[in-house]
């Protein structure tokens, strides 16, 4: 599997993965487009980083988003991981957040946090985050809707910067 950085004619494939993924909503899918638009159109910001990982003969198996989180000393957000289901339960995802753990210790990050949904579609993400060490720091009940809370997971990370 080969992970490196989006570039523009990219975009429309991930996309379909969001749409084809069966998990977002319409509202949700605008949101990560925006923010790939944001991170295309102003990469000097840096306040998305995303990476694609392909398989095979340039199969998209999935993307992460990640940047830092505002007004913080050295912590990063995990904004979005996708893996494309014909990819699914192959170690993509767990590659994936390997390689932004590895950038942003680079980076000198102290810690990542991902916020996520209660809710039975996203229990395999919510897996692949505690297989990978990360711990649920803080549930916000009923958060997204009610019986859907919101899920606030965190690594410590004590990275060095190279």
């Known amino acids: 599997m080969q992970v490196r950085p989006l570039i523009p004619h990219e975009r429309d494939k991930i996309a379909r993965l969001l749409r084809h993924r069966g998990i977002f909503n319409k ?4 949101v990560a487009l925006e923010v790939i638009d944001e991170a295309l159109n102003r990469p000097e910001k840096k306040d998305y980083e995303v990476f694609c990982a392909f398989e095979g003969r340039g199969s998209l198996a999935g993307y992460i988003c990640f940047g830092p989180v505002p007004m913080t000393d050295k912590c990063y957000d995990l ?10 339960r192959r170690g993509v995802g767990g590659k994936l957040l390997g390689f932004m753990e590895a950038f942003v210790t680079r980076k000198g990050a102290r810690r990542i946090y991902i916020e996520t949904s209660s809710s039975p579609p996203y229990e395999p993400a919510r897996c692949l985050y505690e297989k990978h060490g ?24 004590c990275g060095r910067p190279v």
């Open 27 to 30: 509202r949700e899918i605008q």
């Open 79 to 88: 904004y979005w991981i996708v893996v494309d289901q014909k990819f699914s």
């Open 134 to 157: 990360y711990q649920v720091v803080c549930l916000l009940k009923d958060f997204y809707r009610e019986g859907d809370h919101k899920m606030i997971f965190m690594k410590e990370i």
